[in-house]
Structures are given as C-alpha cells and as structure tokens.
C-alpha cells in the first residue's frame, strides 16, 4: 500500500511540476523542451527507484536481428557514446556508480540499464505526445526542439542500453564459467 501512495505521489508530482512549466513558459521552443526532459528525467527516476520492477519480460533480451550491436553501430551508436565522453557524462557517471569486474557489480550495473531503458522508454512517449500535441496545435517547425531533444536524450539512451546490456550478459556468464572452473579444479 505505501509503494501504491508513493507512486501515485510521484506521478500527481510529475503531473503538476509539467503543467507548471505549461503554464509558464508554454509548449514551444527549446527552453520547454529542454526542462520538460529534465523533469520527467528526474520523476521518472525516483518512480523507478520506487517501483524497483523485476526486469523479468523477453524485451529486455538480446534480439537476433540487433546482430551483437551491429544495427546500433549504423545508428551511431559509437558517436553518441563519444559524445557522453565530451560532455562528461561517462566520468561523471562512474564516479558516481563505480563497477568492478565482479558478479555483484555487473549484475547491478545490467539491471541499471534495464531501469533506464523503462525510464527513457516512459520519458519518450510523453515527450511524443507533446510532439504531437504541438505540431497539430501549432506548426511541426514548433516541434523540432522536442523531437531532436527526444532522440538525443531518449531515443540514444535506450539504444546505448541494449548496445550495452549483451555485453555484460557476456561478462557476466564468462566470470561465472570462470569461477565455476576455478571451484572444480580445487
């Protein structure tokens, strides 16, 4: 029941922080785009933090058409990451999640992607839906910060989480067969 309050909470919280900046500075133009991102960025967090869902559903799973990250490298994905370089994000990042190569690190920095995955999945459709709500209100000239801040902070983000997602299954089940070796020989 307190999980159910908390999260009706944070959504009443998301609802009336977005119609606040609404009201305020309207739906057009960088600056709205910008915040409306920030601020689903930030409420959806803590809903994930708070939900802490079990990541159990096939989706979260390698596809055998994303061919080992392939497609995401034609997407460019390796520019986008370059980019989290640039801008500080990778270091600011570690610095605040440090990983080591171990079971318990790796296992939680995968389940990490997944909640980020949901997270920017939530943050895409609401966005999309101002996009739209935009362009038939106003003029899709009007929509274009929304939809390229959509791609740069949505669409890229759930792209780099299933690019890297199947690399640390890999990781993980090679120091599992690592240590599974290790205890046999003993």
């Not at 606040?20 to 959806?44: P, Q, R, S, T």
């Not at 058409?65 to 497609?71: F, N």
């Not at 966005?127 to 740069?152: C, D, Q």
């Not at 902070?153 to 759930?158: C, R």
């Amino acid at each position: 029941m307190r999980k159910f309050i908390l999260l009706t909470l944070i959504i009443l919280l998301t609802v009336g922080l977005t119609c606040g900046l609404v009201f305020y500075i309207g739906v057009e133009g960088f600056l709205f785009a910008w915040v409306l991102n920030f601020i689903l960025m930030m409420c959806v967090l803590i809903f994930t933090e708070t939900l802490k869902p079990n990541f159990v559903s096939n989706y979260y799973k390698e596809k055998v058409w994303e061919h080992r990250g392939k497609i995401y490298e034609k997407l460019g994905i390796n520019i986008f990451r370059k980019l989290l370089v640039l801008v500080g994000w990778e270091k600011l990042n570690k610095k605040a999640n440090p990983v080591k190569n171990n079971i318990e690190d790796l296992t939680h920095l995968e389940y990490r992607t997944k909640q980020s995955e949901l997270g920017h999945i939530i943050i895409f459709f609401i966005v999309l839906g101002f996009t739209i709500y935009v362009t038939i209100k106003f003029t899709f000239a009007e929509s274009l910060w929304l939809i390229f801040l959509n791609v740069i902070l949505n669409v890229y983000p759930i792209l780099l989480q299933r690019y890297n997602r199947p690399r640390l299954q890999r990781s993980l089940k090679l120091i599992m067969y690592k240590q599974g070796r290790s205890h046999s020989t003993h």
